[in-house]
């Protein structure tokens, strides 16, 4: 009996993973911040994803265009990844969780175990 239910649990992965994988987050593009400060780009760099800033527009608190997050993420949810975010400039990893819609991102940078979090959101550049 456990070789039959195991062996239809094995048939049932195969059929069903392949649409799981088509269905994953993918927060890559042109994203701006809702506060109009930041234009960023969100694509593959090797086996990650980086954030890039495009243009920034009060730079006062030492954002600059060029600067970079390297992030390693792995899927949560069909529309949620998380996982860790590289910032060299401040030689700083944070926890970080990115949900994506159609038309919205929001990002939840953490520091400190968690204790220390900001929300962040954005939307599709035109």
């Known amino acids: 009996m456990m070789k039959t239910v195991s062996a239809a649990f094995a048939v049932l992965m195969v059929t069903i993973a392949p649409g799981l994988a088509q269905q994953s987050v993918d927060p890559t593009g042109v994203w701006l911040r809702d506060d109009g400060n930041a234009r960023v780009r969100i694509a593959p760099c090797g086996s990650n994803i980086c954030a890039t800033n495009l243009w920034i527009?009060?730079?006062?608190?030492?954002?600059?265009?060029?600067?970079?997050?390297?992030?390693?993420?792995?899927?949560?949810?069909?529309?949620?990844?998380?996982?860790t975010a590289y910032d060299a400039k401040r030689d700083r990893t944070y926890a970080i969780t990115v949900q994506v819609s159609d038309n919205a991102l929001l990002t939840r940078g953490c520091i400190l175990g968690g204790v220390l979090c900001k929300n962040v959101h954005w939307k599709p550049a035109k």
Request: charged content about 35%; cysteine-free.
């Open 57 to 83: 527009g009060d730079t006062s608190k030492g954002e600059e265009p060029g600067d970079r997050l390297v992030m390693s993420l792995k899927p949560k949810s069909p529309d949620t990844l998380t996982g």
